[in-house]
Nanobody, 123 residues
Framework: QVQLVESGGGLVQAGGSLRLSCAASGRTLNIYTMAWFRQAPGQEREFVAAISWSTSIRYADSVKGRFTISRDNAKNTLYLQMSSLKPEDTAVYYC?????????????????WGQGTQVTVSS
């Protein structure tokens, strides 16, 4: 099994920045692709960004140019640097992982999930 633990969420003003982290433990050799999803109140979970072992990266159009995903394989840690935050970025952010090299944007393709971290952007 793989355990994922997110951290770094919080309250920030619009235009500000936050950096999320996701620490993986357990059978981390099973992980090839990691991703961030988010879910706002009353809305479905949506894709934010994904990065494969080969560092192939995909972003949702809504965050391109503002968010940067990265990973430190030696530390088994995933990051999401969020800048120019907007109130519509407010959501619970989830870290996800899968044992496939493809950086999927579909949440059902991911086998492992963290518990989520709240990001709130005030206007």
């Amino acid at each position: 099994q793989v355990q994922l633990v997110e951290s770094g969420g919080g309250l920030v003003q619009a235009g500000g920045s936050l950096r999320l982290s996701c620490a993986a433990s357990g059978r981390t050799l099973n992980i090839y692709t990691m991703a961030w999803f988010r879910q706002a109140p009353g809305q479905e979970r949506e894709f934010v960004a994904a990065i494969s072992w080969s560092t192939s990266i995909r972003y949702a159009d809504s965050v391109k140019g503002r968010f940067t995903i990265s990973r430190d394989n030696a530390k088994n840690t995933l990051y999401l640097q969020m800048s120019s935050l907007k109130p519509e970025d407010t959501a619970v952010y989830y870290c996800a992982a899968r044992g496939d090299i493809r950086a999927s944007t579909t949440d059902s393709d991911y086998n492992y999930w963290g518990q989520g971290t709240q990001v709130t952007v005030s206007s």
